[in-house]
């Protein structure tokens, strides 16, 4: 099998909203500690540009996981 050529990662706000974006960029060679991104993007719940900070893996979705939509019919 091929060797994985990206890597994901993905921008967590810094506001406490738990909006993110995810994205995916050319695998790094060796393993540099390096600076961990930060950019100013538009956050939906707060309504502004918030700071992001990049993240090793998003967050996992629960396996009982039901939409409010769902779960109220």
């Known amino acids: 099998m091929a060797k994985v050529k990206y890597e994901s990662y993905y921008l967590a706000s810094t506001s406490g909203s738990g909006h993110f974006y ?3 960029r050319p695998q790094k ?3 540099g500690g390096g600076t961990k991104l930060e950019v100013l ?3 939906p719940f707060e309504g502004a540009h ?3 900070v990049e993240k ?3 967050p996992k979705r629960a396996k009982n996981y ?3 939509t769902q779960a109220a019919a």
């Open 56 to 58: 090793k893996d998003p």
């Open 50 to 52: 918030v700071k992001y």
């Open 41 to 43: 993007k538009f956050d």
């Open 66 to 68: 039901t939409p409010k």
């Open 29 to 31: 060679k060796g393993k």
């Open 22 to 24: 995810t994205k995916r």
